[in-house]
């Protein structure tokens, strides 16, 4: 890893973003989402859960839709139109060959050039906070999901359901990782973002006593201000960045 980060690439069109979680993308990418479909690109959020299991003042039955519906109205402040979800179960979402054949067939199906997906390191930067189960399995299995999705050998009966190989994904950024390689200059994505993340009230409202608002503010300027340091003074969102 350099010192400085290094622009993201921009020769490609189509995103698909893997994430455990509602509020994941919002807890960091979701400006550099704005910044890229205001370049004319494309963006899918696949989430494996609705995120039940987040709020230990709400049962899951009843918390479960209510984030559902928040990541629909967080997607949109950022000009993303298709949001699915796997359904599986928040909190203890493995890693396997189902997960991977889960990922495997979404990026067949919108076939992406970029894969986004969030920290998939045991910590976080600084190696003081210990990373969830559920972010550790899901990163993994959407990096390996890619190349899965590209053998006709692996996950066979895809190919029977009309869900060809598609080896055409270039790159996979991965957000919130304490080995980050690339940036985005995304200032422009601010705001969107601040009511993007802000859209997951009900969360952010059990989570914090602070104003609601005035956290998420704080919470991603701060993000950015600190990628800045390392990428010539500009707010941005960084990402650890494999290519293929």
Known sequence: MTDQF???????????????????????????VATWIDGGRSCVYLLASVGEAGIDTMPPAEA????????????????????????HRDGVIEYGTGLRRDFAAAIRR?????????????TWAGGAFWNTPDHRAVGRAALDAVADAGNR??????????????????????????????AVDASDGLDRAVKSLLA??????????????????????????????????????SFELFRR
């Not at 622009?7 to 550099?32: C, F, K």
């Not at 559902?68 to 979800?85: D, H, I, L, Y």
């Not at 059990?206 to 990428?231: H, I, Q, W």
């Open 200 to 237: 997951h009230r009900t969360y952010i409202e059990a989570l914090t006593k602070e104003d609601p608002e005035s956290y998420c503010r704080n919470f991603l300027e701060g993000n950015m201000a600190a990628v800045a340091e390392r990428f010539g003074g500009r707010p941005g969102v």
């Open 64 to 87: 479960g839709p209510l984030r559902e519906r928040e990541q629909w109205a967080s997607a949109a402040a950022v000009g993303v139109t298709a949001v699915e979800f796997l359904g």
């Open 110 to 122: 919108h076939r992406p050039e970029l894969v986004l997906t969030l920290n998939h390191h045991d």
């Open 153 to 182: 050998w692996i996950f066979p009966e895809l190919v029977e359901d009309g869900l060809l190989p598609w080896d055409g994904v270039r790159y996979v950024a991965v957000a919130g990782s304490p080995h980050a390689t690339h």
């Open 6 to 32: 290094a622009e993201m690439p921009t020769d490609w069109h189509r995103a698909l973003a893997i994430v455990a979680h509602p509020d994941d993308l919002e807890y960091g990418a979701s400006a550099a």
